[in-house]
């Protein structure tokens, strides 16, 4: 099974910033467009923002202007920049392509938003 793998979250403080990363397989990356997503506790996973191939990008109402979502073509990975971050935005966040796969979801990583 193909897995994007995420990375860099973690603890932060209300009003902080974390930056995640998702490295992609070429051959998923070069493809399709690419999202973010996340799940909180009791919550069914949403879409947070998602990019296309040429950089075009969209955001969930919650996140805009918080969030930046991006990508570097030449090392397969996507990027999620939060900033002003805020106790409603703890989850488990993961990338997949989008629409989203349920072959490539992977383990994701958890952002805890808390003072």
């Known amino acids: 099974q193909v897995q994007l793998v995420e990375s860099g979250g973690g603890l932060v403080q209300p009003g902080g910033s974390l930056r995640l990363s998702c490295v992609a397989p070429?051959?998923?990356?070069?493809?399709?467009?690419l999202g973010w997503y996340r799940q909180a506790p009791g919550k069914q996973r949403e879409l947070v923002a998602r990019i296309a191939g040429g950089g075009g990008a969209n955001y969930a109402d919650s996140v805009k202007g918080r969030f930046t979502i991006s990508r570097d073509n030449a090392k397969n990975t996507v990027y999620l920049q939060m900033n002003s971050l805020k106790p409603e935005d703890t989850a488990v966040y993961y990338c997949?392509?989008?629409?989203?796969?349920?072959?490539?979801w992977g383990q994701g990583t958890q952002v805890t938003v808390s003072s």
């Open positions: 997949n392509i989008y629409p989203p796969s349920s072959s490539y």
């Open positions: 070429k051959t998923i990356f070069s493809i399709y467009h």
